[in-house]
């Protein structure tokens, strides 16, 4: 007889965490952890070069990540922010304007067959276990492709769909967090960062540029991203609907513990595929005669 008992296997099916559930991104000034929940919500993540941006969105990609219930599509021009994540990805775009273009409208007929589902059915939003998964989408350097690389046109093209996503993508669990260097008013216009229920202003060097990101007003009364220090990496104001700004300071990973997430990850929401497929492939039929 064994001396031990094994540990039971873990089902693979048992999500690890579920996008449904509050992200944790951090914590505030006393310590506490800052968590936010991002199904029905988008993200605006605005600031200096070197505040701490990409280190955010890849602590909100390992949420997705371990999340089965939910799909990733990530953009980011430079490649390296979340490559980390591909493997997790039903698409990684690198710097390809086209294949960005491509990808956002096959997700704008995603949303809108989703709405019709969701009509048919007479419901007004997406629920946990429903027969569609989320899906998360991050944009690193949203301005790489709406402001800097290819045609004027297409990168119109490309702002416009992504603000219609934006805009109507909530309630069919489309959720878009978007990280900018450029915290002006040409790359964040009102009327789109008025979208986003949550906004990190990372550092900025003017007390307008910090309201551009959170909102008109928030530096006249005392909350600006101008005070934060160059060198306090990863520290942001975060706004959430109806609230005031909440200094916070990121969760850090390295680049191996991304690797080591990612890898765990890609192996989970692979098994978890397989069982998805499984449940699906047509059932054998009786055969009465042999029987
Ligand atoms: N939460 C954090 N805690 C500690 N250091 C951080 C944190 N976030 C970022 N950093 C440091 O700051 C550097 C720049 O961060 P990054 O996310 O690349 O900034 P950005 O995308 O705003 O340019 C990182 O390489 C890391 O060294
Ligand atoms: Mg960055």
């Not at 800052?34 to 941006?53: D, F, H, S």
């Not at 301005?143 to 993508?169: M, P």
């Not at 978007?178 to 790359?187: F, L």
């Not at 160059?230 to 300071?249: D, F, I, R, S, W």
């Amino acid at each position: 007889m064994p001396t031990t008992t094994a540990a039971a296997p873990v089902p693979v099916n048992v999500p690890e965490l579920s996008i449904f559930d509050p992200v944790y991104l951090g914590i505030d000034e006393s310590g506490m952890p800052v968590e936010v929940r991002l199904i029905y919500r988008n993200m605006l993540i605005a600031g200096e070069p070197g505040g701490g941006k990409s280190s955010l969105l890849n602590v909100i990609a390992a949420h997705g990540a371990l999340s089965t219930d939910c799909r990733l599509c990530l953009f980011d021009g430079k490649q390296v922010e979340l490559g980390q994540w591909e493997a997790c990805a039903d698409v990684f775009v690198g710097p390809d304007l086209a294949l960005a273009i491509a990808t956002v409208r096959r997700l704008q007929i995603v949303m809108d067959n989703r709405y019709r589902h969701l009509r048919w059915r007479l419901r007004r939003k997406i629920r946990r276990n429903d027969n569609f998964s989320p899906i998360l989408i991050l944009i690193d350097e949203l301005a790489y492709f709406t402001a800097t690389v290819g045609d004027k046109k297409l990168r119109e093209d490309f702002a416009s769909l992504v603000r219609d996503l934006v805009a109507r993508g909530r309630a069919v669990g489309i959720i878009v967090v978007a990280a900018t260097q450029r915290p002006s008013s040409d790359i964040i216009p009102t009327s789109l960062r008025d979208l986003f229920a949550y906004r990190a202003a990372f550092r900025c060097t003017t007390d307008s540029s910090s309201d551009i990101i959170l909102g008109h007003g928030w530096a006249n009364r005392g909350y600006t991203a101008n005070t934060i220090s160059p060198t306090n990496h990863g520290c942001n104001l975060l706004l959430a609907e109806g609230g005031v700004p909440h200094l916070m300071k990121t969760g850090w990973m390295d680049d191996d513990t991304c690797t080591r997430i990612a890898a765990h990850a890609a192996q989970t929401r692979a098994a978890a595929r397989q069982e998805r497929q499984a449940a699906q492939a047509p059932k054998p039929k009786l055969d009465l005669v042999a029987a």
